[in-house]
Nanobody, 115 residues
Framework: QVQLVESGGGLVQPGGSLRLSCAAS????????MEWYCQAPGKQRELVAA???????NYADSVKGRFTISRDNYKNTVYLQMNSLKPEDTAVYYC?????????WGQGTQVTVSS
């Protein structure tokens, strides 16, 4: 059974930063494409950032230049560095591990951007 555990969420003021982590209990972590999604109240879950097994990255237009996704295959962990946070970034952030037709989700971590 694959487990993904997110951490690093919290309350931050506009303009602040947070670093989310997602630790995966899975063998061969390096073969998975890893993604971060967010879901705000009353809205659909949407893709924020992705990093492939080969290290290529992709970002939603709304976070380009502010967020950075990275991975450490030795620690089985993917990160999301979030800078210049805005109130509209407030959401639950979920980690997703994807390989072929298989996908696993974490339980989510709350990010609240408010003064």
């Amino acid at each position: 059974q694959v487990q993904l555990v997110e951490s690093g969420g919290g309350l931050v003021q506009p303009g602040g930063s947070l670093r989310l982590s997602c630790a995966a209990s899975v063998s061969r972590f390096s073969i998975y494409d890893m993604e971060w999604y967010c879901q705000a109240p009353g809205k659909q879950r949407e893709l924020v950032a992705a990093i492939t097994s080969g290290g290529s990255t992709n970002y939603a237009d709304s976070v380009k230049g502010r967020f950075t996704i990275s991975r450490d295959n030795y620690k089985n962990t993917v990160y999301l560095q979030m800078n210049s946070l805005k109130p509209e970034d407030t959401a639950v952030y979920y980690c997703n591990a994807r390989y072929s037709t298989t996908a696993y989700w974490g339980q989510g971590t709350q990010v609240t951007v408010s003064s």
